[in-house]
């Protein structure tokens, strides 16, 4: 045997008076006597052996654990409840033994539902490709652009679907630069429509400042007048550069600087 039932509840009760080195000696006769299925030899130095028991205390420990536990015959030192798991297992054992001569437990095909793998291709079943059908992948392809319809486009590009939920519920704003700061605050995987018509509705309108025409629309004052009422907000002198701020503001292109151009700003920077 190479397992047997150990009764936690039932070695405590009778092994609770015994010494560690007495307790250790019994657990190796367990071992012993289950292990070969025999009842330890009637020799008590082989006794002391089995036990490793080598001082003259030890080898009285197994004198008195053998007198406690143990039972003398003619075939060795006994226990009854031993003799008792071990009958009860050879039969378990004896048929284990005859099936790894057969080479293992029997196969019963009728034990297998229908959807258990078999491991082999069997006539009805098809050849994995590796490849999606087209259904399939239509499938998918509309599951993931119902859960996120937003994943793969350009964050600069503003969607037809999301423009037209603004230009129906919040015509006030600006589509491009809402647009655009909800880009900039969000994940990618949240820019779903559910978040955009909860994003644009919470958007603040954007607040009409009086232009005086009669003034000079290209002042810091026109301009920034123009980006507040554009909702873009004043200039920040110390994040942006002003001409960056104005090409907001007018949607111009922001100039290129030449070679000549760069090399001054860069001497302004060291001065």
């Known amino acids: 045997m190479i397992f047997y039932k150990r009764m936690i509840g039932d070695i405590q009760a009778k092994t609770g008076a015994l010494t560690c080195a007495e307790m250790g000696i019994y657990d190796r006769f367990l071992d012993y006597y289950y292990s070969l299925e025999e009842p330890l030899p009637s020799d008590f130095d082989d006794c002391c052996r089995i036990a490793r028991a080598m001082t003259k205390e030890e080898r009285k420990a197994v004198e008195k654990v053998l007198a406690k536990f143990f039972t003398p015959t003619d075939r060795g ?3 009854g409840r031993a003799e008792e798991m071990i009958a009860e297992a050879r039969p378990k054992i004896e048929a284990a033994r005859v099936n790894g001569r057969k080479g293992g437990r029997p196969k019963n095909a009728n034990l297998r539902t229908p959807n ?9 079943e098809t050849e994995p490709s590796g490849k999606t059908s087209q259904s399939q992948s239509q499938s998918q392809s509309i599951g993931f652009q119902e859960k996120n319809s937003v994943c793969g486009l350009p964050t600069h590009t503003l969607p037809d679907s999301f423009k037209a939920e603004i230009q129906k519920f919040r015509p006030d704003l600006n589509p ?3 647009w655009g700061v909800f880009v900039q605050k969000t994940n990618p995987k949240d820019r779903t429509i559910a978040v955009w018509r909860s994003w644009i509705a919470r958007e603040r309108p954007p607040v009409k400042v009086a232009v005086n025409p009669l003034s000079d629309p290209d002042t810091r004052s026109s301009i920034e007048a123009e980006g507040v009422a554009r909702g873009l907000g004043a200039w920040q002198e110390g994040k942006e550069q002003w001409a960056s701020y104005k090409a907001k503001v007018r949607g111009d292109k ?7 151009q760069l ?3 860069a001497q302004r920077r060291t001065a």
């Open 263 to 265: 090399a001054q700003v």
């Open 77 to 79: 030192y006994e226990q």
């Open 116 to 124: 258990e793998p078999t491991g082999l291709f069997s006539e009805t």
């Open 176 to 178: 491009d630069i809402v």
């Open 254 to 260: 922001l100039p290129g600087l030449t070679v000549a």
